[in-house]
């Protein structure tokens, strides 16, 4: 059964700094993108970060870079995202995803979320 279970969101003042953490089972991770994805209330999902090669390649969205940094440990199937200065306009529910594409089908899997509150 696959999983992608979130944690470490929480209220934290701007300026302030958070670590998500996404803990994959189910899957073999190594074999995946993995991508941080945010929702705001009244606004569609957007990228925030992601893999976007074998090689560790990253992207980010504008918003965020310079701020946020993910990384991944494929020994402990385990994404990261380090977010450093966050700004109220960074509040969201942030959600991790794991996508792979082979010749015969696409997988697509996404956690449940986890709420980041940027507040003083």
């Known amino acids: 059964q696959v999983q992608l279970v979130e944690s470490g969101g929480g209220l934290v003042q701007p300026g302030g700094s958070l670590r998500l953490s996404c803990a994959a089972s189910?899957?073999?991770?190594?074999?995946?993108?993995m991508n941080w994805y945010r929702q705001a209330p009244g606004k569609e999902r957007e990228l925030v970060a992601g893999f976007t090669s074998a090689g560790g390649m990253t992207t980010y969205a504008d918003s965020v870079k310079g701020r946020f940094t993910i990384s991944r440990d494929n020994a402990k199937n385990t994404v990261y995202l380090q977010m450093n200065s966050l700004k109220p306009e960074d509040t969201a529910v942030y959600y991790c995803?794991?996508?792979?594409?082979?010749?015969?089908?696409?997988?697509?899997?996404w956690g449940q979320g986890t709420q980041v509150t940027v507040s003083s």
């Open positions: 189910g899957f073999t991770f190594s074999n995946y993108f």
């Open positions: 995803n794991a996508k792979r594409t082979t010749v015969l089908r696409r997988y697509d899997y």
